[in-house]
């Protein structure tokens, strides 16, 4: 006897396609026989993470047969020392995606709506969706945020707005008082979810900072990562700002111990190394103008970038640009299934990785 588990799911998965991630080395290196790979997909630290962040991971080692600390006091805390929140406004997530996913879970009733943005981050229609939501893609402007019409596009079903600054995948970004303009035109009860993943990397003076307007907007969450410019990628580590009454409610959803120990006391110790995230920003910086020369050298248009990575327009399919740079040995992401048919997006390596992009690209356009 067999069963239609596809016609059982929830309405609202069965309209899900899984997500894709980048693929990985190791796999590139079994379908190709290549060894020498450099892998720019995934908006990775091409430094990797705080040598503070490995010291504390290794004296966390005898500790791998207790579970780890639930309500994260120490990293709470050490937000707290560095940003000025008190533990009631933090919630710890499995990388920023959880937080993403427990804020659907706790906030979006099967039928209700959340607004997001054309060509922004894959994982918010997903978590919509798994939520049995409606989600409500607002055209972008200039491949990023349209405020203005995501304002408009709330009613009386919307329960959340996601956006993101810098955006994923496309880099774009809004200021201050775009920002300020819009949470002026979004009802109290409709709660904003401020992705700020990549704000790390953002070198200009002004740039705005979702933490400046927490406590001015009750309904205002701030996500973000150490996944990127902390480079704990496969720790999986995130953390959301918000108000008490919103970080009450996420904790009513959020697994009792949703972060590891090894997350917890490398993203602690990676709090207190201003240093390590200064030299990525710095070398960041570098090797987005060596791309963006590069990308000019060839005549290809690309969007500007506040992040770590930089999305070009090919000229042709991006799935056959991806694959054949696949050929000579560099990752990079595909961004097709954006709505964007002949863009790519590269993250940003260590000089000698970016020159072998740009030379696997130059040999692959011909």
């Not at 922004?120 to 491949?143: I, R, T």
């Not at 904790?251 to 990525?280: E, I, K, W, Y």
């Not at 991806?322 to 993250?347: C, D, H």
């Amino acid at each position: 006897m067999s069963c239609d588990f596809f016609s059982n799911a929830t309405p609202g998965v069965q309209q899900i396609s899984p997500y894709q991630p980048g693929k990985p080395i190791d796999e590139l290196k079994r379908e190709l026989g290549l060894d020498d790979i450099v892998k720019l997909a995934s908006n990775e630290n091409p430094l990797g993470c705080s040598p503070l962040a490995v010291a504390a991971i290794q004296a966390e080692m005898t500790q791998i047969g207790r579970y780890p600390d639930g309500n994260a006091f120490a990293l709470k805390e050490a937000i707290r020392q560095k940003f000025g929140f008190a533990h009631n406004r933090i919630t710890p997530g499995n990388g920023s995606n959880d937080i993403l996913e427990l804020v659907a879970r706790a906030f979006i009733n099967p039928g209700e709506e959340a607004v997001y943005s054309q060509h922004a981050f894959a994982v918010y229609p997903l978590a919509v969706l798994a939520a049995s939501g409606k989600g409500v893609e607002v055209p972008a402007l200039n491949y990023g945020h349209d405020l203005e019409a995501m304002a408009r596009a709330v009613n009386g079903k919307t329960k959340v707005v996601f956006i993101a600054n810098p955006n994923n995948p496309t880099g774009t970004w809004f200021e201050r008082a775009e920002f300020e303009a819009f949470m002026a035109k979004i009802p109290a009860n409709v709660l904003v979810v401020l992705d700020e993943a990549y704000v790390e990397y953002v070198t200009e003076a002004g740039f705005m900072n979702g933490f400046d307007y927490v406590d001015q907007y009750p309904n205002l969450l701030v996500s973000r990562t150490f996944s990127k410019a902390y480079g704990l990628a496969s720790l999986r580590v995130g953390y959301a700002i918000a108000h008490p009454d919103v970080t009450n409610i996420l904790n009513r959803v959020r697994q009792p111990f949703n972060v590891n120990s090894f997350g917890l006391a490398a993203a602690t110790a990676s709090l207190g190394d201003d240093a390590f995230v200064a030299a990525s920003r710095e070398l960041n910086a570098a090797g987005m103008r060596q791309i963006e020369a590069g990308l000019n050298a060839l005549g290809l248009a690309f969007i500007p970038s506040r992040a770590n990575f930089i999305a070009f327009d090919a000229k042709r399919p991006a799935m056959e640009v991806f694959q054949a740079l696949l050929k000579e040995g560099v990752i990079v992401r595909p961004i097709a299934n954006y709505g964007m048919p002949t863009w790519v997006r590269v993250s940003i390596g260590l000089e000698g990785e970016n020159a072998r992009f740009l030379q696997a690209l130059t040999k692959v356009l011909g």
